[in-house]
T-cell receptor, first 114, second 116 residues
């Protein structure tokens, strides 16, 4: 069985400071991991994904995430937050255990202060 | 390229009534997903289709929810009868491949259901 835990329900940063959104996963197989972003009144959009190639994955809008198997983590980072980054972020795990069912975390709300 | 289309965008019904949602995935996408997103939570997968076959519906409340994917393209999700706890946003997503766990999902705008 697979599961994903987003460790913070809310993260608050000032514009121009680094962003860290934490995600831990559990999977019995080699997982694929994703981060999706949901802006207010907009649909979910893929930020980046890990699919067993490079462990450091770069996504859109300056975000990146590092797959750490030993820590079962896939934290999302950005060096400098922008006001437009304020949104809900979801970590997703999907593994090849036969069913390819994606499991979403509960979400982390990123708040960016001017 | 046109995105995933959903209708209606909003629906308000009274409990015990029926409701149906429609989804048109991106052309050529083999896999279609229906999710339920309750306020403050992450999306929960209700059902996953590959072409017109069901891959997983383990979290679909089958006593009241049903879904079909006509000819492997459009899909409808129905609730009959609705309960107060069904109030949520219903998201449809599609992805290109079949049996590919690393596929990107493309999401529609969702249908916001309020059950009074």
């Amino acid at each position: 069985a697979q599961s994903v835990t987003q460790l913070d329900s809310h993260v608050s940063v000032s514009e121009g400071t680094p962003v860290l959104l934490r995600c831990n996963y559990s999977s019995s197989y080699s997982p694929s991991l994703f981060w999706y972003v949901q802006h207010p009144n907009k649909g979910l959009q893929l930020l980046l994904k890990y699919t067993s190639a490079a462990t450091l994955v770069k996504g859109i809008n300056g975000f990146e995430a590092e797959f750490k198997k030993s820590e079962t983590s896939f934290h999302l980072t950005k060096p400098s937050a922008h006001m437009s980054d304020a949104a809900e972020y979801f970590c997703v795990v999907s593994d090849q255990g036969g069913s390819y069912i994606p499991t979403f975390g509960r979400g982390t709300s990123l708040i960016v202060h001017p | 390229e046109a995105g995933v289309a959903q209708s209606p965008r909003y629906k308000i019904i009274e409990k015990r009534q029926s409701v149906a949602f429609w989804c048109n995935p991106i052309s050529g996408h083999a896999t279609l997903y229906w999710y339920q997103q309750i306020l403050g939570q992450g999306p929960k997968l209700l059902i996953q289709f590959q072409n017109n076959g069901v891959v997983d519906d383990s979290q679909l409340p089958k006593d009241r929810f049903s879904a079909e994917r006509l000819k492997g393209v459009d899909s409808t999700l129905k609730i009959q009868p609705a309960k107060l706890e069904d109030s949520a946003v219903y998201l449809c997503a599609s992805s290109l491949g079949v049996g590919r766990w690393a596929d990107t999902q493309y999401f529609g705008p969702g249908t916001r259901l309020t059950v009074l």
